[in-house]
C-alpha cells in the first residue's frame, strides 16, 4: 500500500479540517454575540460570525505551516532544547503573521461594507490585543497535531501487532498440520507394510484408496479451515483404508445434521479422532469394533463426537496422549482459544467418546 494520501483521502481530509475550524469560529461568534448584547453592544448574527470565521479561518491557513512543523520536530525530539527554541521562534513569528493576515482581511473587509480604514487603523488594535492570544492558539494546534500524530501511530503499531500474532499463528497452525500430515501418512503405510506378506490384493487396495485420499489433501493444503462436508468426505476415505484392513471387525455409523455441513471446521480434525479410536479403542481388541461419528449444532455451538466401543480411558485419563490428540488441542487452542471445549470421557454404552465443541 503505497504511504501518499490518494486525491479522495486529501479531498475528505481538507474538508474535515475546513468543518473543524468553522465550528470553531461558530462556537466564538456565538460567545462574541452573547457577550456584546450583555454589554449592550450593537452586534447581528451576521456580524458576529463574519468577523469570528475571519479570524479562524486565518488560523485555517496557519495551521498548515505549524503541523508540519509539529511533525518535523516532534516534543519527543532526541534535542529537547533545541525543539523548544525552534517552537518559541515559530509561535512568535506566526503570530505576527496572524497579525499581518488578519490585518489585510481586515482592510478588505471595510472595503466590501463601504466603511473603509486603513491598515495601519487594523494593525494596531489588532497586534495589541490578539498576539499573546495567539501564542496560546499555536501551543494549541502544536499539541492537538502531536495528539493525533500519537493516536496514528500508536493505531499503526497495534493494527500491525495484530498482524504479526495473525501470521505466528498461522505459522504455528501451518506447523502443526505438517506434523499431522506426515503422522497420518506413515500410520497408514504402517497398515499397508502389514498386509503385504498376509493379503496383497487388501494391500494393494489400500494403497489405491491411500492416493485418493492423498489427491483430496491437495485441494487444500495447508489451510487452517475447512467446510465439514470436505472433512467428511475425507474421513469416509479414510475408513475405507481401515475397513480394508480390519475387514468384518469394524463397523462404522456416521450421522451428520444437514444444517452443519457448510460449516467451517479445523482442517484434518476429526481424521486424529477417529484414528485414535481404532488404534486405542478398536485394534487391542478381538471383538468387532464400531465407531460412530456425529455432527450436530447445539445451539451457538457446533458439535462433532467420535465414540468406539473399546475399552474407553483408564481411571484417572491417560497418562500421556499421542500425536494426533496433542496435535488437535494444540491446533484448536490456535484456532479458538477459550472458546472451545476439547472433552475426553467414557460413555456409558462403554469405550471412549471424543467431544469437541466450536463455536458458530
Same mark, same amino acid.
Given at each position: ?15 474535515? !479540517? /475546513? ?5 470553531? *469560529?461558530? #462556537? ?70 496572524? !497579525? ?35 501564542? @496560546? ?26 498482524? &504479526? ?37 487388501? #494391500? =494393494? ?10 489427491? &483430496?489433501?491437495?485441494?487444500?493444503? /495447508? ?9 467428511? #468426505?475425507?474421513?469416509?476415505?479414510? @475408513? ?18 444437514? =444444517?452443519?455441513?457448510?460449516? =467451517? !471446521? ?32 447445539? *445451539? #451457538? ?20 496422549? /499421542? ?13 479458538? *482459544? =477459550?472458546?472451545?471445549?476439547?472433552? @475426553? ?5 462403554? *469405550? ?9
Amino acid at each position: 500500500m503505497s504511504d501518499h494520501a490518494t486525491p479522495g483521502r486529501s479531498l475528505f481530509r481538507f474538508a474535515g !479540517v /475546513g468543518a473543524f475550524w468553522t465550528l470553531v *469560529g461558530l #462556537a466564538f461568534a456565538s460567545q462574541f454575540y452573547l457577550s456584546s448584547t450583555l454589554l449592550g453592544l450593537s452586534v447581528t448574527w451576521s456580524q458576529a460570525i463574519s468577523y469570528s470565521l475571519a479570524d479562524w479561518y486565518v488560523w485555517a491557513i496557519l495551521s498548515i505551516p505549524v503541523v508540519w512543523l509539529a511533525r518535523r520536530w516532534p516534543p519527543e525530539g532526541t534535542q529537547p532544547w533545541r525543539t523548544a527554541a525552534i517552537h518559541l521562534a515559530a509561535a512568535l513569528g506566526c503570530s505576527l503573521v496572524y !497579525v499581518l493576515l488578519r490585518s489585510l482581511v481586515g482592510v478588505v473587509h471595510s472595503r466590501l461594507l463601504d466603511e473603509p480604514v486603513t491598515f495601519a487603523e487594523v494593525f494596531r488594535p489588532l497586534l495589541v490585543k490578539t498576539y499573546p492570544f495567539n501564542l @496560546l492558539v499555536y501551543g494549541v494546534i502544536i499539541t492537538i497535531s502531536h495528539a493525533l500524530e500519537y493516536y496514528r501511530k500508536y493505531h499503526e503499531r497495534t493494527v500491525n501487532a495484530l498482524e &504479526l500474532e495473525k501470521h505466528l499463528t498461522e505459522a504455528r497452525l501451518q506447523a502443526l498440520l505438517r506434523q499431522l500430515q506426515p503422522h497420518f501418512l506413515f500410520n497408514t503405510l504402517n497398515g499397508i507394510a502389514s498386509l503385504m506378506h498376509s493379503d496383497v490384493h487388501a #494391500a =494393494d487396495k489400500m494403497l489405491v484408496r491411500l492416493s485418493e485420499l492423498l489427491r &483430496l489433501t491437495m485441494h487444500h493444503p /495447508g489451510q487452517p479451515l475447512t467446510k465439514l462436508h470436505e472433512e467428511i #468426505a475425507f474421513i469416509e476415505k479414510y @475408513l475405507e483404508i481401515e475397513r480394508i484392513r480390519f475387514r468384518d471387525r469394524l463397523t462404522v455409523e456416521i450421522k451428520v445434521a444437514p =444444517d452443519t455441513l457448510e460449516l =467451517d !471446521v479445523p482442517s484434518l480434525i476429526i481424521q486424529p479422532l477417529v484414528e485414535n479410536a481404532i488404534r486405542h479403542g478398536i485394534e487391542p481388541q478381538a471383538r468387532p469394533g464400531r465407531i460412530t461419528v456425529e455432527a450436530r449444532r447445539e *445451539g #451457538a455451538t457446533l458439535v462433532l463426537l467420535v465414540r468406539d466401543n473399546g475399552g474407553g480411558q483408564p481411571p484417572g485419563g491417560f497418562t500421556r496422549e /499421542g500425536i494426533g490428540l496433542a496435535n488437535t488441542r494444540g491446533r484448536l487452542r490456535e484456532l479458538y *482459544g =477459550d472458546r472451545h471445549r476439547f472433552e @475426553l470421557a467414557n460413555h456409558a454404552a462403554g *469405550g471412549l467418546e471424543v467431544r469437541v465443541s466450536l463455536p458458530l
